[in-house]
Structure formats: structure tokens, C-alpha cells
């Protein structure tokens, strides 16, 4: 497909994803992926996000761009949460990374 682009950099903002009451992560070293035609994504290092609240799924998508995503959900929210186990090498920075449908981006 021509005209399409992906970028990665590391962010310094604070992220925070929340959903209902309960705090899902936190990180302030999210990387931010650029992808033509979609909404800046972020990608938090599994460190920083409460895997203890999340189940996996048996939803699998692929990405020409990317690779094949692997999905987490929550009893009330099903594949909110996704990552690329094996990324193509382009992207290969967000790894392991998980990635959220709806992320705030604090300020500062």
C-alpha cells in the first residue's frame, strides 16, 4: 500500500489507562505509534500495565504492517488490550508491548 507510514518514539508523557474505577496503568515512557489513517496509539511496557487483572483472549488479528496481535480482556470489556508477541521488523520496537482502546494522556 503506498502512502503508508508508521513511526515510533518514545514518549516522556504520563499515561494512565483506567477503566471504570480501577487503575489498568501507568507509565510515563509509552511509545507512540503513528500509523496513517488511525489515532496515535500508545504502547506501554508490560511492566506498567496490572496484568493481574487481565485474561487472554482467544482473539488473534493481523496487521500487514505489523504482524499478528494477541488480545487481553476484562470480564465487562472483551480484547480491550492488545500486543505484538513477534512484530514485523519494522515496528519491532513495541514488542511485548500492550496497547489500550482508550488511553488518557496526562499532562506534564
Do not use: N
Not at 503508508?4 to 511509545?31: F, M, N
Amino acid at each position: 500500500m503506498t502512502g503508508h507510514t508508521i513511526t515510533i518514539e518514545q514518549g516522556t508523557q504520563r499515561v494512565r489507562v483506567v477503566h471504570g474505577d480501577q487503575v489498568l496503568a501507568e507509565s510515563d515512557r509509552p511509545l507512540l505509534l503513528r500509523e496513517t489513517g488511525l489515532p496515535v496509539r500508545y504502547y506501554l511496557p508490560p511492566e506498567d500495565v496490572r496484568l493481574d487483572l487481565l485474561t487472554p483472549s482467544d482473539t488473534h488479528t493481523h496487521c500487514p504492517f505489523k504482524g499478528d496481535a494477541s488480545y487481553w480482556s476484562l470480564p465487562d470489556a472483551p480484547d480491550l488490550v492488545w500486543a505484538y508477541p513477534d512484530p514485523k521488523p519494522d515496528v519491532a520496537a513495541i514488542k511485548d508491548h500492550l496497547c489500550f482502546y482508550d488511553v488518557e494522556a496526562a499532562a506534564g
